[in-house]
């Protein structure tokens, strides 16, 4: 079993309380303040309402067993290679890729096409969101991790 520490630190620059959680032979630190739920049984999910933050960790057995790396370079080939960077978690193979995007205005409605097309996306809010993947795998266990929060990026 590896342990695997996960500090998430909120827009207000805050670092939440972190405690112990084991799923599916993966031990790590999750968020204890926040709302908990499990969408699935190999799955945990925790929002933080007031800020909108989500991070969700799903847990699989690596069958057939093999060298972390292959299956960590597996899962990123599944994924989508662009903007993957190698890393290592609790000395364990993995890869991390963070994107920043602009919200759309909740109460806009779509641009209406002057070619008569697909309607134009409602216009953006200015207030960003950075939604972080992170896989890894230690060659028994592999996981994905996924984080996304608003930021002043």
């Known amino acids: 079993m590896i342990a695997l520490a996960i500090v998430l630190t909120l827009t207000t620059g805050a670092v939440d309380r972190l405690g112990k959680v084991t799923l599916g032979g993966l031990t790590f630190k999750g968020p204890v303040d926040w709302q908990k739920s499990e969408p699935e049984e190999n799955s945990i999910q925790w929002d933080e309402p007031e800020s909108g933050a989500v991070m969700a960790i799903t847990v699989w057995p690596v069958d057939p067993q093999r060298p972390a790396k292959a299956c960590v370079q597996q899962m990123v080939d ?5 903007g993957f960077a190698a890393t290592t978690i609790a000395g364990q193979a993995a890869s991390k890729k963070s994107v920043t995007d602009q919200l759309a205005d909740p109460n806009a409605q779509p641009i209406p096409n002057p070619d ?8 953006r809010t200015g207030d960003k969101v950075t939604s972080t993947t992170l896989v890894g795998c230690n060659g028994k266990v592999k ?3 996924t984080w996304t929060a608003k930021t002043s990026e």
């Open 143 to 145: 996981w994905l991790i």
């Open 116 to 123: 008569g097309g697909e309607p134009l996306p409602p216009p």
């Open 78 to 82: 599944v994924l989508g290679k662009d």
